[in-house]
């Protein structure tokens, strides 16, 4: 395929196409009857087993996928990837998260250089600061041992440490190394947030970690300017030293804002927002709160999804198998949205996370040549861990719209509770569960079977599911900080497989830009207004009737604004 020309001409999309109409006319229920499909539907690597023969698609369809991402290079991206070529065009930077995780003896070159030394360089860094403030060999202003982190930061530099940091809260091995510690994670601007960030901590223990890639994001930088007022009011401003630490690759913003370069963590720009869990934006929170030698197992995980996605043929290649299927949905059989359903409270996180790097990579209107684009890319993502979400929203997905679910299950769990009189222990209960969902989407139930149960002839048709409903089930041996890693890259590389084969940029995001100058706009009024009584202009009727309301009604700034902060 030319550079310029767009996937959707090629014959192998129009293959696809043409295609449905043949899937249309099966059943997932007489598709799962094939043993031999279901069989070849399932792969598994380093532990973890995945079952996408509850996918409308035959071993047909998965031959006319792969021959979709042969038209559309997709092996070759992910080759100049890995290699550091600037596939991140618009921006023209590299992609290489996988450096991130790389072994220490990798080579992994990004504009003629290794970058991988570096990479170790500051997680050797990480790993000796993060043991000096465990230890207590470094310490407060005060001299107390800093037993509680706030990583403050937004997006990437909040979402992917948050969701690792919750995955791990129960794993027994991390939970000991974390004992006495506390970690939050102070995301919103919102004063609400703040305050119920600092309930309950004393500044004379507690480290601010400040995570900004740009180290100009709006929010974060006045949550940080907000967290040095409280550590100053308490303990002067010379605790900051002690009690504020960076994560950017703008060191020279970190060093402006007042904290000292030496504890500045850095990354590169080579690495994007939500790709940076794996950087010291992730390593570095997490190794405070679990020590190193566990965030290094997760690293770990990843990196071997990483080698599995670079070496192993299509066929066998989970994310990219993963991603075929998604832009398969998506994009022929037309369901624009995706349910990410973990059965294991720990990754109560995932789909947050999950949601900005798919969404933010993804979400895009025209080809990486910048070409308005004939088709629609990304996918609307949202979950919650079940069985939660059977409670809530599965009704919809059942007998409502149509909504691909993957499954995820985990083996032992972190927690196992036995009791007595029990049948079955509460994880079976739970994984009950996770088993029968994909059958009941899969199979449904028709008005036969209701009127072999001698359901009432006007309830028949409120009972029956169509069924047909696709799935994908994805079973880990257990969830600790290995199969963490390797859960993420698995979504990471899926994402990156789908933008490769709609062929747009998933490494650049200025859809968010719009919302962010309008905001400086409105921000400018209300300091003007509030400061110099100048009245509201500039904005259309809506939005200037919306801000004089607004300046009208809300409380008056107090004269001592500094006193305010959120009393602990
Ligand atoms: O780490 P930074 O530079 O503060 O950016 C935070 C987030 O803001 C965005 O740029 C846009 O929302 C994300 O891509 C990024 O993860």
Not at 174 to 201: H, K, S
Request: net charge neutral.
């Amino acid at each position: 395929m030319a550079s310029s020309a767009l996937i959707s001409d090629t014959e192998s999309w129009k293959d696809l196409r043409a295609h449905v109409e043949e899937i249309n006319k099966t059943h997932l229920r007489d598709l799962m009857n094939n043993t031999n499909r279901c069989q070849s539907m399932m792969v598994e690597f380093d532990g973890i087993v995945i079952d996408y023969s509850r996918q409308r698609a035959t071993l047909d369809t998965l031959n006319k996928l792969f021959s979709l991402a042969e038209a559309a290079r997709v092996k070759e991206k992910i080759i100049r990837m890995f290699n550091g070529e600037h596939i991140n065009s618009t921006e023209n930077r590299s992609v290489l998260h996988v450096a991130l995780r790389a072994p220490r003896d990798a080579v992994i070159n990004c504009d003629g250089k290794n970058v991988v030394p570096e990479v170790w360089h500051v997680l050797d860094k990480i790993r000796d600061f993060s043991e000096r403030v465990r230890s207590g060999a470094w310490v407060g202003a005060t001299g107390k041992t800093l037993k509680d982190v706030v990583a403050v930061g937004i997006g990437g530099s909040f979402l992917g440490p948050l969701f690792v940091h919750t995955a791990l809260q129960t794993e027994a091995e991390a939970r000991e190394c974390a004992r006495g510690r506390q970690l939050r994670f102070l995301a919103n601007v919102d004063p609400i947030d703040v305050a119920r960030n600092i309930t309950g901590l004393n500044p004379e223990t507690t480290l601010v970690v400040v995570v900004s890639k740009t180290f100009t994001t709006a929010e974060t930088m006045l949550n940080a300017r907000t967290m040095r007022e409280w550590i100053s009011s308490a303990l002067g401003p010379q605790a900051v030293a002690k009690h504020m630490v960076a994560v950017s690759t703008n060191l020279m913003l970190v060093e402006q804002f007042g904290i000292d370069p030496n504890n500045a963590f850095a990354f590169w720009d080579w690495v994007g927002g939500r790709y940076s869990v794996c950087s010291a934006v992730g390593v570095l929170p997490l190794s405070l709160q679990y020590g190193f030698s566990i965030v290094e197992k997760f690293l770990k995980g990843a990196s071997s999804v990483d080698q599995h996605f670079l070496s192993a043929p299509f066929e066998k290649n989970i994310p990219v198998l993963l991603g075929l299927l998604s832009v398969w949905n998506v994009s022929f059989l037309g369901y624009p949205a995706r349910a990410i359903l973990p059965y294991s409270q720990a990754l109560e996180k995932l789909a947050p996370h999950i949601q900005q790097v798919s969404m933010e990579s993804n979400g895009k209107g025209v080809s990486i040549d910048g070409v308005p684009l004939p088709y629609q890319t990304g996918e609307i993502d949202f979950g919650e861990p079940g069985t939660n979400g059977q409670h809530s929203f599965y009704q919809l997905i059942h007998q409502g719209r149509v909504i691909p679910c993957d499954f995820i299950g985990v083996v032992k769990s972190q927690q196992p509770i036995y009791l007595k009189d029990e049948v079955v222990n509460n994880h079976d209960e739970l994984m009950s569960n996770f088993f029968a969902q994909p059958d009941a989407l899969a199979y449904g139930k028709t008005p036969e079977q209701l009127q072999k149960e001698n359901i009432p002839e006007h309830l028949v048709s409120h009972k029956t599911f169509s069924g047909n409903r696709p799935s994908l089930s994805i079973l880990l041996p257990s969830l600790n900080a290995y199969n963490i890693g390797q859960l993420l890259a698995i979504y990471e590389h899926r994402v990156a497989v789908q933008g490769f084969v709609w062929c747009i940029n998933s490494f650049d995001q200025w859809g968010v830009e719009l919302g962010k100058s309008l905001a400086t706009q409105v921000r400018k009024q209300l300091h003007a207004s509030r400061k110099k009584g100048e009245s509201v202009e500039g904005f259309n009727f809506s939005t200037k009737t919306l801000i004089t309301r607004y300046l009208e009604t809300s409380d008056d700034v107090p004269s001592d604004p500094s006193t305010l902060l959120p009393n602990i």
